[in-house]
């Protein structure tokens, strides 16, 4: 392992005065994290903390008798003994004081606008959880969906929630071939999906993939399609209609109460294997987590109109557009369609309409903005603002400064949240009250969790420094096992480093205590705040007949963040090598899906690797960042694979 990344070292920048600041609202703030250093030493203060949480921020049918134990093996348990149904803490709780209040606030490419109230959305997902109950879901199964951005996907997750089942949501950018892997791994009985989804002006059609996916499938049972009449598809036997189902399901239900750590959802991501691993979070810990940070990071208010614009389908959508922010009672936004379609604007139209207060999106969504020139937001009103935030990649200084001087005008602070799939909820960000802020850093660990900056034997890093990311202590929103292999789950995070949680990345603390974040220490690359595995990526290439081994890597980029450079050794060219490099990225497209076409191909005749056969990736590193090759090349097997990669430049097709 090497803390060595990709990413520039981010400078780091002077302290930014927070207008949102308050002599009030800082001491509180303060107060937090006086209380924090001691939980570092006293288990009993640590738990006390959670336990509080807990108490305010959730509804509980039964309370729980012990706040956290840890089981041989690995195994975690929080609020052991207790009862809640996560459905309820985020729509019926609110019913007696916001039951005509907006939940939910959709808006489509083609402009079409939904909004529902949490009345409204009560009833349609106490349906739909009758739906599925009748179609004979229990708490055992596995719920799956390839759905649009839409109220209906908040609806099946709220509904699986209910009834106890876990949902399992797939990112439409994934193709039949992905899905049909999570599918099969998880042995679904049945998906949720759509005709089609907007994009771009164009209709991806959701169902026909589906179909795609279970040729060779044995699991599924039935397909729900809710037809919008965007796409014709083809009905087949075991097809189920959306509309029907819920017209003719009743509204009656007897309401379920289930365990603490009874599993709520299993979210696939990318390792550094090449199987995508099944991520298992549990139901109180992971709601407490992202009903505690939403509630704190974003300051909810009753008034607010909330937009976090990742997909539904990664970790984000679960815990920042559904769970944290419903749990609170706030009203969302729902965005389905492209940043800047029709035309540059198109956000900041949104965000003038619709009154959006707190806006949460990615780094490479906001270079993306800043290239198209600070006028087009200016023309804009963006008033209602009151919060930014920024997730999925480190944010680079100056990124951070155009997005709080040109979005938030100097008023909202920009909060930056480091976290990912593995810790249900953020776990290092400032808090919006904090009386400064530094650019390009995603602050300081928020209160409750414990994290460190150390060496591969877990001794602390000094100031400076960089090292590995790690958490001292559990946490309730962690995720508990990986589906149907706790083996790995155990070796890829427990034992790497001795006694902590290992995150993958590099970071260094400076002088205040602030973190930042250096990128990826293994084999995964961040491509527009979306995770993949060069693994996943190299197996799909070797798929291809004529390529004989291939190597992944990752390159800078100014819009991504990181763009995927392949390399590849082929046995003959049957093509051009321009057909051959677009017959690749078409392989790839259908191997795994959009978000993994590489931007670069290039073919070599060799890999660089190790007198024991290991490929040698940070010369690759190198080679594909236009800088010369450096660090030790004593271990290299034949040094005239390097004279020969430099050659292989002639042949770089860049498409
Ligand atoms: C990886 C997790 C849950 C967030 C969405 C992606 C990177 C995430 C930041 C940030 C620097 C960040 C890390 C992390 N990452 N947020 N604010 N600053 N890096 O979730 O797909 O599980 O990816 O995204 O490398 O390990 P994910």
Redesign the pocket.
Known sequence: MSTKSNFKSLTQDKFIQNPYSTDDNSAFFSQWRQDQKEWHDSNEKFESFWRVQAERLLHWKSKWHTVFAEKENHKFNWFSGGKLNVSYNCLDRHLHDKSDKLAVICESEDGTVEKVTYRQLHQQVVRFSNVLKNLGITSEDVVSVYMPMSLELVIVMLACARLGAMHNVIFPGFSAESIRDRLNDCSSKIIVTADGTWRKGKVLPLKNIVDKSLVGNKSVENVIIWDRGLVSYRKNLNDLDWHQLMQKVCLEENIRFWDSEHPLFLLY?SGSTGKPKGLVHTSAGYLLGATLSSRYIFDLHPDDIYWCTADIG???GHSYVVYGPLSNGSTIFLYEGAPSFPKPGRFWNMIEKHKISKFYTAPTAIRMFMSEGVKIPHSYDLSSLKILG?????INPDVWLWFFHHIGQKRCPVV??????ETGSIMISPLPFEKTLKPGS?SKPLPGLICDIVDEKGNTKGTNTEGFLVVRKPWPSMARTIYNNHDRFVEQYWQKIPGVYF???GAKRDEDGFYW?L??VDDVL?VS?H?LSTMEMESALVSYPSVVEAAVVGRPDDITGEAIFCFVVIDKIGCTADDLVSSLKQHVRKKIGAIAVPKDICIVEQLPKTRSGKIMRRLLRDHACGRSFSGDLSTIEDRAVLKSLQKSKTLDLRV
């Not at 930056?416 to 799939?421: K, M, P, V």
Request: net charge negative; proline share 4%.
């Open positions: 991501t990664w970790i984000t920024s997730v999925g990649e480190p930056d949240t480091w976290w990912q799939t995603a995150t993958g990345d974040l990128g990826r961040n705040g995770r």
